[in-house]
């Protein structure tokens, strides 16, 4: 019995449709995605390029290190507030917070905070249904601490970007 099977029913005539098929729609997926978004640096300071390499001043980083600078950053009831753990303080001068959407730079977020008799103080609500990228300085830029608020989540602590052991990122 030598019976003629169809074509359709041959399993290795569906692997040499399918792939072809599911690599073409991939392809237009991927186009259309990258599309709808713009370009987003992942350093949001001004940065210096070189050929293919980007280079941001970590001057900020390592004074914050040096001065050994660690805060908790709560956000709560329409307040936003910084409530410094160690290091050396400025407690009289007002400090700016960054809250930095982790995708949409749209919705990124400024604050000035005002000292307060326990640390700094701004009428501010930080929306929680996502992460925020959070940065914490003096207003001149001269120090920097950084931490990430997860999503539905009240507090975090912030901390100098370089690390004591290699002195980087």
Do not use: C
């Not at 019995?1 to 569906?14: C, D």
């Not at 390592?62 to 753990?85: F, I, N, T, W």
């Not at 959407?101 to 700094?120: I, M, N, S, Y």
């Amino acid at each position: 019995m030598n019976e003629k099977t169809p074509f359709w029913r041959v399993p290795i005539v569906w692997l040499v449709i399918a792939l072809p098929a599911v690599a073409i729609v991939a392809g237009i997926a991927m186009v259309v995605i990258s599309s709808r978004g713009g370009s987003i640096d992942s350093v949001a300071d001004p940065v210096r390029r070189t050929a293919q390499v980007q280079v941001a001043d970590v001057g900020p980083d390592a004074e914050a290190r040096a001065r050994k600078l660690s805060a908790v950053l709560r956000s709560q009831d329409g307040v936003v507030e910084l409530l410094p753990v160690t290091g050396d303080f400025d407690r009289a001068q007002p400090l700016q917070v960054f809250a930095r959407h982790p995708t949409e730079a749209a919705r990124d977020v400024r604050l000035v905070l005002q000292p307060t008799a326990t640390g700094w103080r701004a009428k501010a609500a930080l929306d929680d249904g996502h992460d925020w990228n959070l940065e914490a300085g003096d207003q001149a830029r001269r120090w920097r601490i950084v931490g990430r608020l997860p999503r539905a989540q009240y507090a975090v602590r912030l901390a100098p970007a370089l690390t004591e052991a290699t002195g980087t990122r």
